[in-house]
């Protein structure tokens, strides 16, 4: 059993729709973040949150920190072709020296 | 800065032998973690270093697997004995105390084991 569930695992949509990946946990993190990762290269950070009920925004990009600090969500607005990849979140727990990652969402936008 | 940089790429072996992975971490982070993905699964944790010393140990990390990083700059990945079970892309990513839990990851390096 994953310590971080994300939803859905696999996304395919056309160019200009709007979409949400959830990530979701029972435990509560300290911080959390999402990475997008390109077949044989390593994920790229996109967003660090921290702070409960925390939004922030890069570009299209809009990402939620839940107000207990165990879920969050990226939202997608008119997507693109350059968004197609596998997007991950990551939670650090309170006390302990390490990441737990989602299996991921496999985004694929097409033209 | 030239992030953080992992050698091999990729790593062809036969089952039986034994591997070493290097890591790099951008300059004078003092944080390093070893992560291995599966195909269609996020990084697993595997180890994490604070300077020299090894912190935190998965239980993924069997006797076969051990990691070093002996004066608190690269690392090394060694597995021994390969199985086939072993092939994956193994992940470093580094980071510092200060920069609140901020990991970088270097591209992998690809393990087919045969």
């Known amino acids: 059993t994953q310590l971080l569930e994300q939803s859905p695992q696999f996304l395919s949509i056309q160019e200009g729709e709007n979409l949400t990946v959830y990530c979701n946990s029972s435990s509560v993190f300290s911080s959390l973040q999402w990475y997008r990762q390109e077949p044989g290269e390593g994920p790229v950070l996109l967003v660090t949150?921290?702070?409960?009920?925390e939004v922030k925004k890069l570009k299209r990009l809009t990402f939620q920190f839940g107000d207990a600090r165990k879920d969050s969500s990226l939202h997608i607005t008119a997507a693109q072709p350059g968004d197609t990849g596998l997007y991950l979140c990551?939670?650090?727990?309170?006390?302990?020296?390490?990441?737990?990652f989602g299996s991921g969402t496999k985004l694929n936008v097409k033209p | 800065d030239t992030g953080v940089s992992q050698d091999p790429r990729h790593k062809i072996t036969k089952r039986g032998q034994n591997v070493t992975f290097r890591c790099d971490p951008i300059?004078?982070?003092?944080?390093l973690y070893w992560y291995r993905q599966t195909l269609g699964q996020g990084p697993e944790f595997l180890t994490y270093?604070?300077?020299?010393?090894?912190?935190?140990k998965s239980r993924l990390l069997s006797d076969r697997f051990s990691a070093e990083r002996p004066k608190g700059s690269f690392s090394t990945l060694e597995i021994q004995r390969t199985e086939q079970g072993d092939s994956a892309m193994y992940l470093c990513?580094?980071?510092?105390?200060?920069?609140?839990?901020?990991?970088?990851f270097g591209a992998g390096t690809r393990l087919s084991v045969l």
């Open positions: 300059s004078e982070h003092n944080r």
């Open positions: 949150v921290v702070t409960g009920g």
């Open positions: 990513a580094s980071g510092t105390s200060s920069g609140g839990n901020i990991q970088y």
């Open positions: 270093f604070q300077n020299e010393a090894q912190l935190e």
């Open positions: 990551a939670g650090h727990l309170y006390n302990f020296n390490k990441f737990y």
